[in-house]
């Protein structure tokens, strides 16, 4: 059984530096509103869309998965930073499992990004996406569903990088494809087969076409979701599996190295 008080612990402590760093908060809160109100709203006058569903509605739950992800990513940023400056040091020689550490640093960016989300959803009414009690709770879950997996790739990455200028060099090196391939500027179902099976790969995309099945009617046609609920879900707790458990075989070895250097 995971012990909840080192969880609570560093949850707490991500919480407290996240809202110390002011320049991240604000970015958080800039850049969606960039893609949503500058990039969207220029499409929307030069595509057209079926009935029933602007482009800049369409574009939401896209810009709400860039969301999770870029804050999912950069929380798994503090893991190389705790390591370059010998925090995460003390933690590994603390004595509690690899998997209490993983699963903190994963629940603590995945409710970073269900707050950051939280805040973006505050705009749905402003571009016609008036959302119930339902809707909002459909939202929360596949929020939290899809910020596991992203923050588990993350920890995936940081569990194997030790230093910040590496860190940032991957992380756009992912990050950016990750987004651009996952049906959030984009229907899916028109991309060629071979960008297809690419997006089969991101996480996001499962992430991103949850939020269209909360957001959008059962028919919402060519710009509504591309796969079944039970696939988007299925598929989010495979990734959160894979990378958990691989993040944590890591961070075990590391263990290891550090005792046997404290010696």
Request: glycine share 8%; hydrophobic share 55%; net charge positive.
């Amino acid at each position: 059984m995971i012990p909840l008080r080192p969880i609570q612990s560093i949850v707490v402590r991500e919480f407290k530096r996240f809202f110390r760093q002011r320049g991240r908060l604000l970015s958080a809160l800039a850049r969606p509103l960039l893609w949503l109100f500058i990039l969207g709203t220029g499409i929307t006058r030069i595509v057209e869309t079926p009935a029933g569903v602007s482009y800049l509605q369409f574009l939401f739950p896209g810009v709400l998965g860039m969301v999770v992800l870029f804050s999912s990513i950069h929380s798994a940023l503090s893991t190389v930073y705790d390591r370059e400056f010998g925090v995460m040091r003390l933690i590994l020689v603390a004595p509690i499992s690899r998997l209490t550490i993983v699963s903190a640093k994963v629940a603590s960016g995945s409710l970073l990004s269900l707050f950051q989300g939280g805040l973006l959803l505050c705009l749905a009414p402003l571009i016609g996406l008036p959302l119930g009690l339902g809707q909002i709770l459909l939202l929360t879950v596949y929020v939290l569903l899809t910020a596991v997996a992203i923050t588990g790739v993350g920890m995936l990455l940081a569990s194997r990088i030790d230093s910040l200028e590496n860190f940032a060099g991957v992380m756009n090196f992912v990050v950016f494809p990750m987004f651009f391939l996952s049906g959030g500027l984009y229907p899916v179902k028109l991309l060629p087969t071979i960008l297809q099976w690419i997006i089969y790969a991101n996480p996001l995309a499962y992430g991103i076409d949850l939020f269209k099945h909360a957001l959008f009617p059962a028919g919402a046609m060519t710009l509504g979701p591309d796969f079944s609920l039970v696939w988007n879900m299925g598929a989010l707790a495979a990734f959160s599996a894979v990378t958990i458990a691989g993040a944590t075989s890591l961070f075990d070895k590391e263990a290891r190295l550090v005792r046997i250097a404290a010696r």
